[in-house]
């Protein structure tokens, strides 16, 4: 089976947390073919046609990579027996076979997607231009493990969905009309797709209340920059803001010019609000940045459990303050894990949303590919993630809005998380800021 590149986390098999990938090498082991002229086949041991070969293939990438040992409690062997002893005629039986295996697992995010569907989800959460709403699948929007509703992580920023004030741990209940109880991942971002110009009625569920919103579909380019900064004097020293909206293939780059710009700085404020996750190669080099080579975390898988560790050289040791929120998932959640359990940075804000599934996709002979759930994230220390998140050191609340997606609101005066890291900068700096009347630098702050 030939293995792919894929978005998130990113190489051969693409593993994805959240939407954040791990390079894997996997190959079935070899399948017998036959070239039988007849159109329909029983076969009760091994795949005697192209199109069992795609059902055994997909079998397969569940008997060597799910994490779960039990499947559910089901004999996987006897499915393999009773999935082979099946007449197919068409490919489209061959999808409906495969898609009724795997929800046989009872597992939401473990799913099958068919070419062009991978197509659209390599597209979305890859970054490239496409026509959407702003919500790609295990990005910023999933399937929470615990309650099994169709959760909205973060919506991207500029979107239709930011833009019409949905926010992270809102409920997707409905999709033009239609539930989304027990509907999984694949089809509901299908539904969240079409057309530009068309439209889309989500229900959606917030604390006690239920609305709808109407969403119109419309090119959404790369999140650009994914990273700015500002560089500003506090009691005599220098603050350095980063805010870093997602772990794309050029942000580790765009990292290192923003910390080359802030050089002056005696203390930086890594702003990773919002930041729903992204390439693991990504994650790997930015907390290289901060901490050189280090271990970052751990996945656990049935297999056993791999260390994750960060690359580069170390570029700044100056005192750091993260920010989180709610909308914080996947790899940021990993990196702010890090940074804390490391005590390299001082963790502000409130707890994340706690996305620590790992997820690998895997393509079988025609292009489709099956999506399995193969483990989870653990932080250095072996704290979980998932639907726990990461806690802060200093929790700091502050009242949702969706405008918390876009600089206009943050790092200002009414930004009280900022306004908080700044304090534990001073606290923790040894030269630069002078201890001082603290409201007099909030009055010097803009007041966006």
Known sequence: MKSRTCTVLAAAVTLVFGTDTLARAHTPAPILNSSASSKSYVVSSQPASPLQQLVHEAWQVIETNYA????????????????????????????TAIRAMLSRLD???????????????????????????????????????????????TPLPNTPASEAG????????????????????????????????????????????TFEVVLTRKPIAPASPAVQTKIEPMLGGLVGYIILRQFTESSPQEIREALERLEGADGFVLDLRNNPGGVLPALEEIA????????????Q????????????????????????????????????G??????????VGTPTFGKGLVHGFFPIADGAVVVVTMGQLKTPRGREILDVGITPDVRVDMAKSPLLDSTIALASRSDVQYRQAIEQLIGRTSRGFQVGNLPHLWNSLPQR
């Open 68 to 95: 779960d040992p039990t499947f559910n409690g089901l004999n996987w062997q006897q499915v393999r027996s009773e999935v082979l002893s099946r007449r197919y005629t068409t490919k489209e039986e061959v999808y």
């Open 107 to 153: 597992n939401p995010a473990t799913r099958f997607l068919t070419p062009e569907q991978f197509a659209g989800f390599e597209s979305e959460d890859s970054g490239q231009l496409h026509v959407g709403v702003g919500l790609p699948e295990l990005l910023s929007i999933d399937i929470n493990e615990p309650t099994r509703q169709l959760t909205i992580v």
């Open 166 to 209: 949905l926010m992270s741990g809102d409920r997707v209940v409905a999709i033009d009309g239609v539930s989304t109880d027990g509907m999984d991942l694949g089809d509901a971002t299908m539904r969240l797709r079409g057309r530009q110009g068309s439209t889309v009625t989500l229900t959606i569920q917030r604390n006690n209340s």
């Open 301 to 336: 898988e049935r297999a056993g459990t791999t260390k994750l560790r960060s690359t580069g050289t170390q570029l700044t040791d100056k005192p750091l303050v993260v920010l989180v929120n709610e909308g914080t998932g996947s790899a940021a959640e990993l990196l702010a």
């Open 338 to 347: 890090a940074l804390q359990d490391s005590g390299r940075a001082v963790v």
């Open 288 to 299: 290289g940045l901060f901490l050189g080579e280090n271990t970052i975390g751990t996945l």
